[in-house]
């Protein structure tokens, strides 16, 4: 019975010995808080090992109507992932949101997207129509995730 304890006290030992030194081994993980404003950022980078992923808040654009407005939100958001490091092709996510939404406000947005975007290996995407957002006058605000693996 003691050599059985015995045993598995070295397994346990043993096991909790290794899980420590993998542990010691793993990528450590950092944040960085890009373009901080009043109570937020524009953009979280959080890199681990040689994966950097941004997450950028949402954008908003000027401009009369839906199309000027679409225009501006995504240079601003290129400017964004250009701080980052990372360009439209890094995106993996976005989310967009759009003051009373109606189906022809479609044909806007995707054909100003693929303007500016292409059409070929688009991020997941979400379009969701609301009510309002936080001040009157925007229409349209654009949030994304991008990955970049960068050079170790």
């Known amino acids: 019975m003691r ?7 070295l397994a346990v030992y043993s096991f909790l010995t290794s899980c420590a030194t993998k542990t010691d081994q ?6 960085e808080f ?3 404003a009043s109570g937020y950022s524009q953009v979280v980078s ?6 950097k992923t941004l997450y950028i808040s949402g954008q908003i654009g ?3 109507g839906l199309e000027a407005q679409m225009r501006s939100v995504l240079a601003n958001l290129e400017k964004q992932l ?3 490091g990372a360009t439209f092709k890094d995106i993996v996510k976005m989310n967009t949101y759009i003051v009373d939404y109606k189906p022809s406000d479609l044909d806007i947005f995707r054909g100003v997207r693929k303007e500016i975007m292409g059409d070929k290996d688009m991020p997941a995407s979400t379009l969701v129509g609301v009510h309002s957002l936080a001040l009157e006058q925007w229409l349209i605000e654009m949030e994304a995730v991008a990955v970049v693996e960068i050079d170790p």
């Open 34 to 36: 890009i373009n901080p």
């Open 26 to 31: 793993q990528p450590v993980l950092s944040k």
């Open 3 to 9: 050599n059985l304890l015995f045993t598995f006290s």
């Open 46 to 51: 959080v890199t681990t090992g040689n994966v």
């Open 62 to 64: 000027e401009g009369e």
């Open 82 to 84: 250009a701080e980052g």
